[in-house]
């Protein structure tokens, strides 16, 4: 059963110059992506930096309001919420993100910044509400003795814990975790991909997982949808993408990922360029200069997001099994 679906989600941010604020460009950061997520399962959402990850998983929760598109959350359209309706859906969907230290209010301490959601959403006072800041301290591998100290007073792995532990708080069923671990030492990351999952076990959650790094998303994420210029370019289940990933810029993403092998030799595809600016995007597919297998129509027409079982690729060069 899908928990969340979206349809067709854009936001183009407008770009307003001279000296009465005209409106001369737009920057299309989220350009008719749809997609859904299963309950109980982890989407990794994988793509270079400034292809518009983060911005589709705010837009989800709406922290920024979409230009375009639904989003329906356990059969809720939350993009026709009003105020007091999307302040109970945000109950359900919380977000972790990606600077530890930027998140937390610093003049707060953190029993404060835990409890905050238990108050807001009157779910308990006085006493009630300790224990309950105490209990997830506990769970996400913190003590009562941080209880009253400030966020300067700890690592950046404690950070991001006290991070989850607010996430929780409020009993949300669906997280978006918004490159939870890029700021952290590798050691560290293991460490907060471990109690992410382990929560996942122990309270049946569902995660959007948006990184860059596809070394994580491998190790926490069921199915990977790829993202590029603001489009999915291709989705599957995880296996799937890292041992039969067909879109060229995919294939491009896991030649880059470091082999810790030293007797297999994986051969590197090298793409030429930078990345399209999404004001002026290319016509056709987005990928095609700097795809090195592009051919004519790649230019003139933009490919639709084929299905192929369980398997879906925007590129005129895949050939779908089925169908």
């Known amino acids: ?27 299309k950061a989220v350009d008719d992506v749809s997609l859904s997520v299963e309950e109980g399962e982890t989407l990794g959402l994988v793509g270079e930096s400034g292809c518009g990850k983060s911005t589709l998983g705010r837009c989800i929760i709406r922290l920024i309001e979409p230009s375009g598109g639904k989003v329906f959350y356990d059969g809720a359209d939350i993009t026709r919420m009003t105020g007091p309706e999307m302040r109970n859906m ?25 409890g905050e959601g238990l108050t807001i959403h009157n779910l308990a006072k006085g006493n009630d509400r300790k224990a309950r800041v105490f ?35 409020v009993d949300a069923k669906f997280i978006i975790a918004d490159e939870a671990v890029s700021a952290l030492d590798v050691s560290i990351q293991a460490q907060v991909l471990n109690l992410i999952k382990d929560l996942q076990q122990e309270f049946g959650l569902t995660y959007l997982f948006i990184s860059h790094d596809l ?11 790829v993202m590029y210029l603001g489009k999915i370019v291709e989705m ?18 896991l030649s880059a990922v ?21 004001i002026n995007p290319p016509s056709g597919c987005s990928f095609h200069p700097r795809c090195p297998f592009a051919e004519k129509i790649c230019s003139e027409r933009e490919p639709a997001l084929v299905e192929d079982g369980d398997h879906s690729v925007a590129c005129h060069l895949f050939k779908p099994a089925t169908g």
Do not use: W
Not at 237 to 251: C, D, L, Q
């Open 1 to 27: 059963m899908s928990l969340l679906n979206v349809h067709d989600l854009k936001k183009h941010f407008p770009i307003n110059q001279g000296m009465f604020s005209r409106q001369t460009e737009t920057v």
């Open 90 to 114: 945000r109950r359900k969907i919380q977000m972790i993100f990606q600077d530890p230290y930027a998140s937390l209010n610093p003049r707060m301490r953190i029993g404060d910044i835990i």
């Open 135 to 169: 209990e997830l301290l506990d769970r996400v591998g913190l003590g009562e003795e941080h209880y009253s100290r400030y966020p300067h007073e700890f690592s950046g792995g404690q950070r991001q814990r006290i991070g989850v532990a607010r996430a929780l708080a």
């Open 215 to 225: 070394r994580v998303v491998e190790h926490v994420s069921d199915r990977v949808a």
């Open 236 to 253: 599957a289940p995880s296996n799937k993408i890292y041992k039969e990933g067909v879109h060229p810029y995919t294939r491009a993403l």
């Open 258 to 278: 470091p082999v810790p092998d030293p007797s297999r030799k994986s051969e590197r595809i090298v793409l030429e360029g930078d990345v399209p600016s999404p």
